[in-house]
């Protein structure tokens, strides 16, 4: 079983002598002004959330835009700052990207082109050669970062995600001498899907400067491989799951991420939560209701009107639970300049209006939503608190929620109603599986949560908990690690 402790010692033994770099558009660290004063702060990510307990592990550097509007004012003449701030464990270096490049680069082209080309919820991605121009400015600038952060060391370097496509070749032809690995966080389409992409090819002969190309789940890894096969010249092997061009390979593998699993547990228990717990209790007004909970980043692909619409069709077919069951609805806004996002919105607020005005009852409202950033206290309350969790996204890489609810549950209490369309339902099959296109289906699953049996409940959740346990973050960094131990240095 890895874990926090297994990890460190493997990577004492066999790292040593290597630095490890983490690049990612996100940081995991941001500092914001709040009045006169400096906060700092973690992002809802999943990414940053899986990769920090990973870094805290090993040490080393993780370069990321500086996001945050103090992040300037606690960063060294190197544009380096310790983190975590309460025990200095890793360098986080911050590179700065001006308006115009964060408004081409973040979200021009990789979430208003790449994102929804990736996820496929019928938004469609918009191409415009403005962003793609920047989309690669950002990524040579990264690309010198990295450089100069290697210098002349062996280095492993380990890129995150779809806002980098193009920065392992780069720094390749640099630098041949470290390597280079990437994660795609996000599910990646079927051939036909992506061919759509002006600038397909460059983004695959991008992503093929990796030693090593990581996807959740082994079905994304053959989507590539079939969509390098039928777009570019290079071999495919379908045996070893390698693609070779010029000469080079690349090896794509599945890595199904995950949580500090024991981490989440205990925190579930310890007595800053029951504290925590009395005073949501309390300030949402939950006693003696039973409570659903659905926790997301306000984003299209997360599937949340689907869901406020189950909650209104729950009511409407049972309405003996009026009054008696209440939705939180919790997460930040998220990538509010692009327009689907501020429609997503105004949908969201339009739609429970409507559901309240249609079923509330004196102080009694089916739907609570609050759109901000949880601490990481409040958000394992708010799980402990919640007697079914759903998380019903039309499409998702993985979905770090469902594990992270069901690691909060150490009395094996609690539903967990999970989208057959996230990489997470592949593992937690004892969840209640459901297409969140299918309304009624939706509906029928809260239902069935409510009032499953208590011995059901206890071993649905306790077959969920032994999986996660064990495919937990460590596990998935040891095995991305050993992989990457495999590949020889080129000077020998
Ligand atoms: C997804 C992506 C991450 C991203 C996160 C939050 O999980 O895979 O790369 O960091 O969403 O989105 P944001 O755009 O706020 O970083």
């Known amino acids: 079983m890895w874990n926090r402790e297994g990890l460190k010692e493997f990577i004492k033994q066999k790292m040593a002598d290597y630095l490890f770099v983490i690049v990612s558009n996100r940081e995991p660290y941001v500092h914001t002004f709040q009045g006169e004063e400096i906060k700092c702060g973690m992002p809802a990510s999943g990414v940053t959330m899986a990769l920090d307990p990973v870094m805290q592990s090993c040490g080393g550097i993780w370069i990321a835009h500086g996001s945050g509007d103090a992040d300037k004012e606690v960063v060294d003449a190197h544009n380096h700052i310790q983190v975590p701030p309460e025990e200095s464990r890793y360098t986080l270096r911050r590179v700065w990207l001006t308006k115009e490049e964060e408004a081409g680069y973040y979200y021009g082209f990789s979430n208003e082109a790449l994102w929804p080309l990736c996820h496929v919820v019928y938004t469609r991605p918009t191409f415009k050669s403005a962003d793609w121009e920047t989309y690669k400015k950002v990524n ?67 992503l093929l400067g990796n030693d090593l190309l990581g996807f959740h789940i082994r079905y994304h890894c053959m989507n590539f491989l079939e969509t390098v096969d039928r777009m570019i010249e290079a071999r495919t092997d379908y045996e070893k799951f390698e693609i070779i061009k010029g000469g080079k390979s690349t090896r794509v593998r599945p890595f199904p991420i995950s949580i500090d699993f024991d981490e989440a547990s205990s925190r579930g228990q310890s007595q800053e939560v029951e504290i925590e717990m009395r005073r949501l209790r309390k300030t949402l007004g939950l006693g003696g209701q039973i409570v659903g909970l659905g926790v997301d980043r306000i984003d299209y692909t997360k599937g949340i009107p689907e869901r406020f619409r189950a909650i209104d069709l729950f ?156 495919n937990n973050i460590y596990r998935w960094t040891g095995k991305v690690l050993s992989e990457l131990l495999r590949f020889e240095f080129p000077e020998g």
């Open 140 to 206: 040579e600038l990264f690309s010198r970062t990295v450089l100069e952060e290697i210098g002349d060391k062996k280095a492993f370097v380990f890129i995150q995600d779809y806002h980098f496509a193009l920065l392992s070749r780069l720094i390749r032809e640099k630098n041949p001498n470290c390597i280079l690995s990437q994660f795609w966080h996000i599910p990646w389409p079927n051939p036909e899907a992506f061919r759509i992409c002006p600038w397909k090819e460059e983004i695959l002969h991008g």
């Open 315 to 470: 009511f409407e077919k049972y309405p003996q639970y009026k009054g008696k069951v209440k939705f939180i609805q919790a997460g930040p806004l998220s990538r509010i300049h692009i327009q689907q996002y501020k429609d997503l919105n105004e949908e969201l607020t339009r739609l429970m209006v409507e559901i309240n005005f249609k079923y509330e009852r004196g102080r009694w409202k089916p739907i609570q939503f609050h759109r901000s950033n949880f601490g990481k206290k409040e958000l394992m309350a708010l799980y402990r608190l919640a007697d079914f969790c759903v998380v019903s996204s039309l499409h998702d890489g993985m979905n770090l929620v469902a594990k992270e609810y069901v690691a909060s549950r150490a009395d094996n209490t609690g539903v967990l109603i999970l989208s057959q369309f996230t990489g997470a339902a592949r593992e937690l099959e004892s969840a209640l599986l459901v297409n969140p296109y299918d309304v009624d289906g939706l509906a029928e699953n809260i239902r069935l949560a409510i009032e499953m049996t208590e011995g059901e409940k206890q071993k649905r959740m306790s077959k969920m908990r032994e999986v996660v346990q064990k």
